[in-house]
Each structure stands twice: as structure tokens, then as C-alpha cells.
């Protein structure tokens, strides 16, 4: 849930520690007339271990936020960090700078592709090259501003059993403009809870940034062999096999531009989005998880709106997308259509009234 940030609410932040230092700094920036000094909390806790953590960054032409972005996870306060970077083949110096990072960075992993593939299968590249007990998905255009925000995730997973994964808290900026992306659940929520109120009752994190994985948990969700690796299939399979934890920290910022993959996706992509939540659906037997008896239906309704509404697709682009349905889920083949048309009429309504 995202949403305008009061003067009232930041330091009601700041001062029950869910705010670094360096968070409210750059914050401090971009919001005319916060100007209180910081009165927070420092992060102390001290961890027993350093278990690994691997960041994988999959990167395309976007130089500057890449640096951002790479400077962040260098900045963290954790000692035993990987960063596996994926350059899906840029031109614009992206692969001088990563051959540069070789010289400052021990611990660094850079795969250089041959031919252009997306964001997906990047990820899925360096998931297959990470070492790490923990996991991060750290797309280009997001970076870290708590400095704290490895060690606190290791500590919550010192604390709790049997999470598949930590999450925060993040800021959203829009050119000039901060608002804030809150869970508005805090602490353990078991899987079973979870999938039932998946983006209803309860939203996903902010993107993938502001989460970290255990490895062990994706592998029992056969991520080795999973090419769909966007933010919504990516934690839906985390949460067959295991719990979530819910930090109220904010960790870092999420920019919105014209670059966003996730403002205009294609057919193929829907689609394979689709078979993701199907198989998730499939799988929950096999991990003694209960479902809505709506679920599915539910999910791939929000999937149509959202490709109708934002994507603005052609008519073949919707018929391929139906085609599919049709093939797939006989069960939801009226109720598909019926969901198709009627986000269809809205988006022709907003388009001649506007």
C-alpha cells in the first residue's frame, strides 16, 4: 500500500527506529519543509553469524542507476556479501564499469550475456550462479539507503524459524516526489494466510529489493528451474514452503520512470505470468495448503485488469491471451471472457471521455 508522507507519520517513524539515519537524509532532499533533525535509533543488535547473502542485479543500458544501485549493497554493513551482476548486453559503458568493479570488489560475479534476454531469465542466470545462503533480487533502478538493512534481515531470520523470507519497507520516487510503500501487516504471517490474502488483504513488498530469500526455501519451490522470475512469481513461490516476516523499516527506494518493465507488458509475458500462478495453484496440495476455492479465479482476473488497463493491448494481443485461457483452465472460460469485456469497456470509457 503506497501512499502521501505526513510530517507526523516520519517522525513517528523515526522515532520507534524504523528510520536510518540515511534514509531520512536523503528523504530530507526531495520533501520541502521536513527539516527536523534525525532522532532515531541505530540498529545494535549483534548477529551470532554472517551467513552469505547473494545480490543479483540484472542490468540493460541504465549505467548511472546501475552505480546507484551496486554503491548501495557496497555500503551495507555486513561483511559477507556476493553481488552478481548480469549485463544483458549494453552499450553504454556498462561493461567497462563491471570489468572496472573487479579491482574493489572480492566477492563479485559478472555474466556478461551474448544475446539479449529479459529480465527473467537474467535473474534466473544469477540465481544459478549464487553461493549465498540468503537472496536478493536487486533490479537496476533501486538502491538501499539503510545501511543497516542486511544485518537486520539476518537477525530476523536468527529469530524465527522456517521463513522463506524478510521484507521492508520502501520509499517511492517519482522524479521529485517520495511517497511510501507500507505493509500495513507487521511480523510473522504464516504461508497459508498469506496466499489466501496475497494482494488483497495483504500486499507484496515493494518490488524484490526490499526482500531477502532463503535459498533453501526456493530451492524446495523448484527456483532452479524457474524462467518466470518476476516480482509476483517470485513470492508466491516463496510462500509454499515457508513463512513471511515483516519488518516496519524502511530500507530503500524504488524509482518510477519511463524505463519501468512493469508499465507495458506483452502477451508472452501474461501469459507465462498465468502458468506461474496455475502452477503455484497445483503445488499447494502437494505442501498441505488450503486455497480460497476463488483464488485462481481472482488472480488471473487482477492479471487481465492489470494488461487491459496499463498495457492498452490490441485485440490480437487479448485474443492470443484468451486463446490460451481456453486451452488451460476450462473451468474460467466464461468468467475470463466476461472479465476481459468488462475491462475492456472500461479502458474504451476512460480513453473517449478523456
Known sequence: MSGQITQQKWKFMIENGFVSKETHEYFCRYQKGFHQNWAGKEFKCSLKTYPLISVIIPTYNRLGMLKKAVQSVINQKYPTIEIIVINDCSSDGTFEYLESLKQQISNLVIIHNTSNLNAGKNRQLGYLQSSGKYIVFLDDDDFYTDVNFFRKVAFSFEEN????????????????????????????????????????EIQKPNSTFSAVFDKHKLESAEFSSMTMMNDVAIYLRALLTGDAYLIRDVCGVYLIHGQNISFSIKPDFLIQNMQEKLWVYNQTEKWGICLRYDWLKRHFRNSLKYFILSSKPSVNQIIVVYRWIWNNTKSYRILMLLSILKYTLIRLKGELSS
Not at 174 to 179: D, G, V
Open 161 to 200: 524459524d522456517d521463513l522463506s523470507f524478510v521484507a521492508a519497507n520502501s520509499l517511492i520516487q517519482k522524479q521529485n516526489e517520495l511517497f511510501i510503500s507500507e505493509n500495513r501487516v507487521f511480523g510473522r504471517i504464516s504461508n497459508v494466510e498469506y496466499l489466501n490474502k496475497f494482494q488483497s
